[in-house]
C-alpha cells in the first residue's frame, strides 16, 4: 500500500490566493455562465481555454447553442476560479496521472507531464496545449477522507467517471467504498459536486 504523497503534493499545489467574492462567484462557489449558481466541478464544457464549469448538464446545451451570450459570464468565473488553489493532477497531452519526476519548464514554471515525449512536446510548443493545461488541473486540494494535501496519484473513480483526489492509496480505497461518508469533506473544502450525479454510470 502506498504511503500518502504528502510532500510531493505539495510541491505541486499552486496556491492562487483564497477567492475573494467578485461577479461571476463567491468564495465558495465561482457561478455557472447559465443559470448563475454555484457550479458542480464535475459538469463542464471544454473549450480552447479550458473548461468552464457549470450547474448542470443541460447549461453545456445552452452554452453551446450561444457561447457569445455568456461570455462575460464565462470570463468571471475564470476570475473567480483563478484565485482558489489548484493541484495538476494531469498531463496536459494525454490526460494521465503525471509523473513529479517528469516536467518542462517554460517561463520558469515547471509543467508535469506523464513521460518524457510529452515534456518534450510542450516544452516546444506549449500554445498548443493551452485547453489541456488547463485542464489538467483539480481544484480540490485536501483528501477527503484524511484533510491532508492530495496526492496525483491516488484517487477514487466514480461510476460517472469523475476522479476524486486522496493523498493515499488506502484513502482511495475508503472513498470508493463508501462516498458518502466523505462527500461532506469536499463540500467543507468549497467543492462543489453532486454525489448523484457522480454515482451515476456513465452512458
Do not use: H
Not at 32 to 59: H, L, N, R
Not at 132 to 142: D, E, R, V
Not at 181 to 195: A, D, F, I, R
Request: glycine share 6%.
Amino acid at each position: 500500500m502506498a504511503k500518502c504523497c504528502v510532500s510531493m503534493c505539495c510541491s505541486l499545489v499552486l496556491m492562487t490566493g483564497v477567492a475573494n467574492a467578485v461577479a461571476g462567484g463567491d468564495e465558495a462557489n465561482p457561478l455557472c455562465p447559465v443559470m448563475e449558481e454555484a457550479i458542480d466541478f464535475s459538469q463542464s464544457m471544454e473549450t480552447d481555454d479550458g473548461p468552464v464549469f457549470v450547474c448542470c448538464k443541460g447549461c453545456v446545451g445552452k452554452m453551446k447553442a450561444d457561447p457569445a451570450k455568456y461570455e462575460t459570464a464565462i470570463a468571471a468565473q475564470r476570475k473567480a476560479l483563478a484565485k482558489r488553489p489548484k493541484v495538476q493532477v494531469a498531463c496536459p497531452m494525454s490526460g494521465d496521472p503525471i509523473d513529479a519526476d517528469l516536467f518542462a519548464e517554460v517561463d520558469g514554471k515547471k509543467i508535469y507531464t506523464c513521460c518524457k515525449n510529452c515534456a518534450a512536446k510542450y516544452a516546444k510548443a506549449p500554445e498548443k496545449y493551452k485547453a489541456g493545461l488547463a485542464s489538467s488541473y483539480t481544484y480540490q486540494t485536501k483528501c477527503p477522507v484524511s484533510g491532508e494535501a492530495i496526492s496525483p496519484a491516488a484517487f477514487a473513480t466514480m461510476p460517472s467517471g469523475f476522479k476524486i483526489y486522496t493523498c493515499c492509496e488506502k484513502c482511495a480505497e475508503k472513498m470508493q467504498a463508501n462516498p458518502s461518508e466523505y462527500w461532506p469533506s469536499l463540500k467543507k473544502q468549497g467543492y462543489n459536486v453532486s454525489l448523484k450525479v457522480a454515482m451515476k454510470p456513465a452512458t
